[in-house]
């Protein structure tokens, strides 16, 4: 069975970040440990329920695809074993799964996203100007029609509390610099792109993306953090794709769509959650794994 981890404890390593998902350990020789709980939030809100194994399943994942995408872009991965860096008396099998140890990185701080389909914060964007971040779209798209090609709408990173915004590539230049600016822009297209060609042979449509990459002191990108996950990603089943609805999807939207259903104010704290919400969960982040990944998780 997967394990189950509300929050990491590791005595005699310094917690740099404790964030919605991830814990985010110091190493020595600039590395990093990250570890991915199994904590759920939903409209920027943690619940109070864990998904059983979930953090496992988003670090398999995204080590799958750190593995398949290296040759278009490096990644933040060293392949040093957990075990290797936990304190003594901890238990391994709690972390092998679900941590990683990683090159410690600048963050380019933007959010790198890539969007093949016209859904969420774009449609809505597009129905306002008919453009995406700066891009002219043409007229006449539905809720969630493929776009005539992947496009690169970045946003900001935004301070905690508070909601990123889509940004043109013009300020992705102010901030960064042009170079930086379309190296990130060239990565991210070129993995969605692999990606989602991958993907759509295995019954899945990535709608869109979110990468977080980061620079070494040499000033080298990296690709960072996790990589298309349910949590990262839209992804939908290829046989219940229509335009004009927001498709199915393999994500938190299981969640989000009981939470719509209570007297809730969208604030902390968050509500618990029902068995079957749990469960099903779990089921549709494991049913990724497996149809992306061949993973399935004893």
Known sequence: MPTTLLESDL???ELLHRGKVRDVYALPNDRLLIVASDRLSAF????PDPIPGKGEMLTQISNFWFGKTAHLVPNHLTGTPVAEVLPKGVDAKLYAKRAVVVKRLKPVPVEAIARGYLIGSGWKDYQKSGSLCGIQLPAGLKQAQQLPEAIFTPSTKAPKGTHDENIGFDEVVKLVGADLAAQVRDATLAIYRFAATYARERSILIADTKFEFGTDAAGKLYVMDEMLTPDSSRFWPAEQYRTGISPPSYDKQFVRDYLETLD????????????EVITGTAAKYAEALKKLAGIVLD
Do not use: F, I
């Open 44 to 47: 920027d809100v943690v619940l």
């Open 11 to 13: 005595p005699g390593l």
């Open 264 to 275: 809730w104010n969208k604030r902390a704290p968050g509500p618990k959650l029902p068995r």
